[in-house]
């Protein structure tokens, strides 16, 4: 139990396993170690926080390819080496600017002008910097990450909850649930540390998080949002790319900005632009989903001023591979249910700039995508929608029935990560929500059932067993003995001591009942079962096959045929081949028991002692001997009687037991 126990403390949901920013600095120069460069890689860490250092080609060619095409590098390079990476890394998504830091830039500005992707040959260090932060402010306007789900009505699945429409549907409900959950100290310390080890060593931004845990307050969080800084960085990055936990932590600040949004909801319809630079094939996504609905699952910015959105593209210029799109948007206040809009420039770090914010997850209709042949870019026509639209409505409604109104919690989290099929980050807030708890606190067994099922459905038998014992020592707290295994009776045992076969019978039996199988078929298999070991003598099975669902299960349970052995031998040996054929008897025997306790309980409360005959050996009497007091557990069926005559003792040991 100790162990136990301890693991449960020592569950981490730590996120610094993952970068926490989109962009980053490669720099490949032979001479990065020399420490007269510190304070270079404080200028460059100043303007983007994440800076990898190579000297070697062939490891920075291979960083580079293994990153995603979500991310965003800006790559220095010096003359000699990037005559040799340059041409192989141009061409990939990633790879947005590349500067080359030399001595001789006549030289290096010949082949450099091949490479529409470098900005600039520099031989002076401030220059570098300035230009790579000039270049920085346009990249975070064109060259972020669009995040979206897609809503099709074209797939016929109607209120599916799996594929696309699955995930559009299960992000509208997840930020639903994480804007509800109360935040707590401990969640904002974690954040802060999170931050405080993603940016060591950055002196600039270190003295930024320390104003911003010693000064933030909710009417700032437009500002703080707005300003060049770790939290707009981080909280960008973390929704962008769709990291649970960051964005589970940043849920308080996310909530700030949509209050916000709310009280600043614009009265009047507004159009909006927003300038993005898009590959082919994320261009091509979007011109098969016209007329369909995507969510955007960060907070959108946009800006009033068409001639201000366009400017961002003549700052940037063409990339090789890339199409500049510029959505148009037509956004109705009439529209807004929980998604606002608002022109936070009121609110603005930056006051001159007309910008119209986005609540996250804010829906929208993709009208038409055409080329202008006048600017020669791709202009997308969307209008904001409300998630009560019809074709929205018919897929949400059921799944925010269950999510309830009023304050949501960790366990509520939890059950929506598990439907997502994100079964560790489910395990791990049922964890986190465990140790929370007063250790008296009812909701632990509903916690230790649901990490038992869960490992269960992921395979983890031995995770699953521990857990059950943890319910079972929850719910029996005063209990001194528990069985162990098959129908041995034991004492004095601890519940850790449990044998697994014990645990893994319980819990597949659980499986079992709530298996959804083709009972026909499962029946089929039997009978030939039954037949291929000669135990159809007298054809019996042919007329249970017919005849089956007009009679009870406890009716067949009592015939003399192969069905009663079959079953018991099963349940008893634990064949779990066996139990896959028997199991759709097993499930209707079972509630129709369950019906005729729930009927005869409202009859009567009081106990009652019921008798079985059986025929045992003697070391079997000698244990139930030393089980007095103690507790059994039987694998099958259990039949007795309330009547004590001894000719039921004989009925019982000639047929054998049930």
Not at 165 to 177: R, T, V, W
Not at 214 to 226: E, G, Q
Not at 289 to 317: R, W
Not at 615 to 638: H, Q, T, W
């Amino acid at each position: 139990m100790a162990d136990s126990k301890r693991k449960i403390d020592n569950h981490s949901l730590n996120a610094n396993n993952q970068t926490l920013e989109i962009f980053s600095l490669i720099w490949l120069d032979a001479n990065t170690v020399a420490k007269d460069i510190q304070a270079a890689e404080q200028k460059l860490r100043s303007v983007i926080n994440q800076l990898k250092k190579f000297q070697d080609v062939a490891q920075c060619q291979k960083y580079i390819e293994e990153r995603s095409n979500n991310e965003r590098l800006l790559v220095i390079v010096s003359g000699r080496l990037g005559r040799e990476i340059v041409p192989i890394i141009h061409k990939l998504r990633p790879v947005i600017s590349i500067y080359v830091y030399c001595m001789d830039k006549k030289s290096n500005e010949e082949w450099a002008s091949k490479f529409s992707k470098v900005k600039a040959v520099v031989v002076q260090f401030d220059k570098l910097i300035a230009r790579i932060e000039t270049d920085f402010k346009v990249h975070q306007v064109v060259e972020e990450p669009f995040s979206i789900n897609f809503f099709s009505t074209n797939t016929g699945v109607g209120k599916s909850t799996g594929g696309i429409n699955g995930k559009f549907a299960f992000y509208q409900i997840l930020m639903d649930c994480l804007l509800r959950l109360k935040s707590t100290d401990k969640d904002t310390k974690e954040l802060i540390d999170c931050c405080k080890q993603q940016y060591e060593g950055n002196s600039s931004d270190m003295r930024i998080i320390d104003e911003f845990e010693k000064n933030y307050s909710p009417d700032k969080a437009l500002w703080w949002y707005t300003r060049q800084s770790f939290f707009y960085k981080t909280l960008n990055a973390v929704l962008r790319i769709e990291n649970i936990h960051m964005i589970f932590l940043f849920r308080a600040y996310i909530a700030d900005i949509h209050r916000l949004l709310e009280k600043h909801q614009d009265k009047s319809p507004v159009r909006v632009f927003r300038c993005q630079l898009m590959s082919t094939d994320e261009l091509e996504t979007l011109k098969q989903n016209q007329g369909q609905f995507i969510s955007i699952n960060s907070f959108f910015s946009t800006s009033t001023d068409y001639q201000q959105a366009l400017s961002f593209f003549n700052k940037s210029g063409v990339k090789d591979g890339l199409e500049q799109v510029l959505f148009n948007i037509d956004a109705d206040p009439k529209m807004v249910i929980t998604k606002p809009f608002a022109n936070i420039i009121a609110h603005s770090e930056f006051a001159h700039e007309s910008e119209v914010l986005f609540m996250l997850g804010a829906i929208f209709r993709v009208k038409r995508i055409i080329r202008s042949s006048e600017d020669k870019l791709w202009i997308i026509r969307m209008g904001l929608c409300h998630e009560d639209e019809h074709d929205l409505k018919e897929v949400l409604t059921d799944m925010k029935k269950d999510l309830g109104s009023g304050e949501t919690n960790l366990r509520t989290l939890g059950k929506i990560l598990w439907k997502m099929g994100k079964f560790d980050l489910s395990e791990k807030y049922f964890i986190r929500l465990l140790n929370e708890l007063s250790s008296n606190d009812p909701l632990h067994e509903d916690l230790y059932q649901d990490l038992a099922d869960l490992a269960s459905q992921v395979g983890d038998y031995d995770k699953s067993v521990q857990w059950k014992k943890k319910l079972w020592a929850f719910r029996n707290p005063n209990v001194p003995s528990v069985p162990v295994k098959n129908d041995e009776p034991t004492s004095d045992m601890d519940f850790g001591q449990l044998s697994p076969s014990y645990m893994y019978s319980i819990i597949f039996k659980e499986i079992l009942m709530e298996l959804e199988m083709d009972d026909r078929q499962s029946m089929k298999e039997f009978v030939v079962y039954c037949r291929d070991r000669g135990q159809d003598v007298r054809g019996e099975l042919m007329n249970f096959q017919k005849e089956y669902r007009h009679r009870s299960p406890l009716w067949w349970y009592s015939q003399s045929m192969p069905l009663y052995g079959t079953v018991n031998r099963a349940l008893r040996l634990f064949d779990v081949e066996l139990l896959m054929k028997v199991g759709f008897f097993i499930r209707d025997l079972h509630h129709q028991l369950e019906n005729l306790h729930r009927e005869q309980f409202t009859m009567t409360r009081e106990p009652f002692t019921v008798y079985r005959g059986q025929v045992l050996a003697e070391n079997d009497i000698g244990n139930l001997i030393k089980m007095k007091d103690g507790l059994i557990s039987f694998n099958s069926f259990f039949s007795a009687s309330k009547l004590s005559f001894i000719n039921n003792v004989i009925y019982y040991s000639q047929r054998g037991p049930k």
